[in-house]
């Protein structure tokens, strides 16, 4: 493979307006280099404008290839009417057989990545995370993705000129833009996810959506993506698919001693003391009276395995409040 074709896939993630500023500056500077650069570059921007490719069901290269041709033919015939002869010849019309020969072998390579990348799919990959690394990614809204390993998310050209719709596949945590006017939608084999702002952990892959602010409507769907039926998921709690495929709520109480079970650690960040007391009490079984006048006080705690008695200790030292425990009942005051 030549040099000059060796940014041919460079060139189109440019002219798709996909390419980062560091690409950018790289194809720019390339282009800078020589004549031969820069008219390699013109000829793919040329069939990029004439084409504006778009895959149909059942193609026909032939036909692909003439429609380019009779296109530049018209262009030409143009050209002609509007200049004298004395005029000089454009650079479109002296490279006329540059830019087809260009013309022909880009749509064939075109033809043959769609059906190597995504058969029968308008959708352009924005970002993937190999497996054994994790990759973080801003969408064109401003909506920042963390990717897990392996996964990928897509989206449409037409992505937030009505809705902001994308499809993934993965595991990643989400902080959505807001934006009232135009949802968010994540769409997700059987699954679908709607948000206006908000951040959540999503596992498409166990079909799981743990929200941490804001609110999500998620809802299950047939192979049609019609609605079955949906949940509200709001801080705290987590959606989810049970073993019979059907979609439950889990409350933020059974979240937490879910973690705790797991990850052997039950974390708070920021949080009242009246949802971190009532969350201990559930989790440990026992009673806790804590004084109304310190319920909204906001704290950050961690805790790994500990016994009742150092939670409490440590909850106590931290809200600078004295705990009591009289019989089987604690009490923070």
């Known amino acids: 493979m030549s040099k000059v074709n060796q940014y041919d896939e460079l060139i189109m993630s440019y002219l798709d307006g996909l390419c980062t500023s560091e690409d950018a500056q790289i194809l720019l500077s390339w282009i800078a280099e020589s004549d031969e650069n820069r008219l390699h570059f013109e000829s793919l921007k040329t069939v990029w404008e004439l084409t504006a490719f778009k895959m149909p069901e059942n193609i026909d290269v032939e036909a692909a290839l003439g429609k380019v041709n009779l296109r530049i ?25 540059y830019v087809s020969g260009v013309a022909a072998a880009v749509v064939v390579a075109l033809i043959v990545s769609f059906f190597v990348a995504k058969p029968f799919n308008n959708k352009t990959v924005l970002a993937s995370s190999d497996f054994g690394a994790n990759t973080s990614c801003v969408l064109p809204d401003g909506t920042t993705v ?74 299950a769907v047939d192979k049609k993506g019609h609605e079955i039926n949906s949940i509200e998921v709001l801080p705290g709690e987590r959606g989810m698919f ?23 650690e039950l974390v708070f960040n920021d949080e009242t003391l009246r949802v971190i007391i009532e969350t201990v009490e559930y989790i440990y079984n026992v009673n806790i009276n804590l004084a109304e006048a310190q319920a909204e006080r906001k704290i950050t705690v961690r805790f790994t395995d500990d016994p009742i008695n150092d939670v409490l200790e440590t909850i106590a030292a931290v809200a600078n409040l004295e705990l009591v425990k009289s019989g089987s009942t604690f009490e923070l005051r």
């Open 73 to 97: 033919d018209e262009i030409e015939a143009e050209k002609e009417k509007e200049v004298a002869p004395t005029v000089k010849l454009s650079w479109y019309q002296k490279n006329h057989k």
């Open 242 to 264: 049970n073993e019979a495929n059907e979609l439950v709520l889990v409350s933020a109480m059974d979240v937490k001693k879910d973690e705790l079970m797991k990850n052997h």
């Open 146 to 219: 963390t990717f897990g390993s392996g996964s990928e998310l897509t989206y449409r050209k037409s992505f937030g000129k009505t809705l902001r719709q994308v499809d993934f596949e993965g595991v990643a945590s989400f902080d959505v833009a807001k934006d009232a006017s135009k949802p968010f939608i994540i769409h997700c084999d059987n699954m679908q996810i709607e948000v206006l702002g908000t951040s959540f952990m999503l596992n498409a892959d166990d079909q799981v959506l743990d929200l941490y602010s804001g609110k999500v409507k998620m809802s």
